[in-house]
């Protein structure tokens, strides 16, 4: 039998990867994609947690969870393709419309 | 013993390509390297007796999000963004936080007094879907409809945004 602590650490090795990738990377794309990275480490929390307590309501708020990600990545992406047609950049240190 | 090997298995499988994700040059590998972890996820779910979940996983996020973002990094790939530099100027400030950041969770989860109750092993309900859906159309009524009133909303947003004329 694994222990939950297992899983609380793939989980937060996942949220600091993804969180190096937000932090560090200029591509727009890929500072998107480390999000998703992010929300996925957190339902691994939530799961693990809900099979820990014998609890379905964790499982509930992971699939929120997804809704959420699938919601964030559509505009996201929506807002890279305007962002794109304007500028004909993807880096993210180049956007600076609204800078100062 | 054999859970236990699947367990470190999809667990190296997830770790090493979001590794991977974050530091390839091309962001097509950056974006099979995200679906692999991603499925890696869907296989701890598995584990973790979250049958829906795992479907969920895969046909939502392997099937759905990342078409949509592989569809996006084909209309908006440059040949020129592989020769430039691929991390920004903050990158070693930044990830040495990301990793203190990484550091003290770990040490609060290790360290921490009564961070992790052992409560007597819990037996899951055999109906997984069953028991989520009961729970998401009785008890999570109102957040669905929200939930779905939100992605009405992203659908708009994301067609407006991507019009050619705003």
């Given at each position: 039998m694994i222990s939950p602590e297992h899983y609380l650490m793939l989980s937060l090795a996942l949220f600091t990867i993804g969180v190096i990738g937000v932090l560090t990377r200029r591509n727009v794309i890929i500072i998107l994609m480390s999000i998703e990275l992010i929300l996925n480490a957190v339902n691994i929390n939530l799961v693990a947690f809900s099979r820990l307590y014998g609890?379905?309501?964790g499982q509930v708020f992971a699939i929120f969870i997804i809704t959420d990600a699938?919601?964030?990545?559509?505009?996201?992406?929506?807002i890279?393709?305007?962002?794109?047609?304007?500028?004909?950049?993807?880096?993210?240190?180049?956007?600076?419309l609204l800078k100062w | 013993m054999f859970s236990q090997a699947v367990f470190?298995?999809?667990?190296?499988?997830?770790?090493?390509?979001?590794?991977?994700?974050?530091?390839?040059?091309?962001?097509?590998?950056?974006?099979?390297?995200?679906?692999t972890t991603l499925l890696a996820?869907?296989?701890?779910?598995?584990?973790?007796?979250?049958?829906f979940l795992f479907v969920v996983q895969i046909i939502l996020y392997v099937g759905?999000?990342?078409?949509?973002?592989?569809?996006?990094?084909?209309?908006?790939?440059?040949?020129?963004?592989?020769r430039l530099v691929q991390f920004n100027h903050q990158r070693f400030v930044a990830g040495a936080l990301a990793l203190v950041l990484g550091a003290q969770v770990f040490l609060a989860l290790k360290v921490g007094p009564g961070v992790m109750p052992h409560p007597a092993q819990q037996i899951m309900s055999p109906k997984?879907?069953?028991?989520?859906?009961?729970?998401?159309?009785?008890?999570?009524?109102?957040?669905?409809e929200i939930a779905s009133i939100l992605l009405l909303v992203a659908m708009i947003g994301a067609v407006v945004m991507a019009k050619r004329r705003v």
């Open positions: 609890d379905v309501n699938a919601a964030e990545a559509a505009v996201g992406l929506g890279i393709l305007a962002f794109f047609r304007n500028r004909e950049t993807l880096l993210a240190d180049e956007m600076d | 470190y298995f999809f667990a190296a499988l997830a770790v090493t390509s979001a590794i991977l994700m974050v530091t390839r040059r091309n962001i097509i590998h950056g974006a099979v390297f995200l679906i996820t869907a296989g701890i779910f598995l584990q973790l007796d979250a049958e759905g999000i990342m078409v949509l973002f592989v569809f996006v990094i084909m209309l908006v790939n440059l040949d020129v963004s592989m997984n879907t069953e028991a989520v859906g009961d729970a998401l159309f009785t008890h999570y009524m109102l957040p669905f």
